[in-house]
């Protein structure tokens, strides 16, 4: 039986043919689900962006540090959740198609990380006073406003990677 598909095969090679495999529905699967914990761990420093920014001349110094703390352990989250991320895309190339976008995501991802460890840094509580408290209510609308933009940039990669890799769509909760 082999025999009599040689010479098929024989054609369909010399003739320079190539034929593409989709990449197997696991892997897909896999960094699908891998991406989505990722993109969970960033909206929550979005969000918890955001209620920094909420009624900020009027939050006492407790919740300004509160709020701070919070914010910092959403980065070191999402940082390391962006690393195991990192680890994924760097393993292996979902498929040619998206090799390229695969490659804008990871740098995206580099780029996110970086951010997300200076916010960790940044919105270190510590010591609780109401001095580090102001110092956060100075500079936390201009350092929120650099995490959105890293954040923006990182999703906009994250959709172009999604569509490219032709990801299995995440099942609503």
């Not at 025999?3 to 034929?19: K, N, Q, R, S």
């Not at 939050?59 to 940082?79: E, H, K, Y």
């Not at 740098?107 to 609780?128: F, G, I, M, Q, Y």
Request: proline content about 5%; charged content about 20%; some cysteine.
């Amino acid at each position: 039986m082999l025999a009599a598909w040689l010479p098929v095969w024989a054609v369909l090679a010399g003739h320079g043919a190539v034929i593409r495999q989709d990449p197997d529905s696991a892997l897909l699967y896999r960094f699908r689900d891998a991406v989505a914990v990722t993109s969970d761990s960033i909206e929550a420093v979005r969000g918890l962006a955001q209620a920094f920014r909420n009624d900020l001349r009027l939050a006492s110094p407790t919740l300004i540090l509160a709020r701070a703390t919070a914010l910092q352990n959403a980065c070191i989250s999402g940082a390391s959740a962006l690393r195991r991320l990192q680890g994924i895309l760097a393993a292996r190339t979902v498929s040619r198609a998206a090799a390229r976008s695969q490659a804008q995501f990871r740098t995206a991802a580099e780029e996110t990380v970086a951010a997300l460890d200076r916010c960790a840094r940044s919105w270190d509580p510590l010591p609780r006073t109401d001095a580090r408290a102001d110092t956060l209510r100075a500079w936390g609308p201009y350092r929120t406003a650099q995490l959105d933009q890293l954040v923006n940039r990182y999703e906009m990669a994250r959709h172009a990677f999604a569509a490219a890799a032709k990801l299995p769509p995440v099942p609503k909760r």
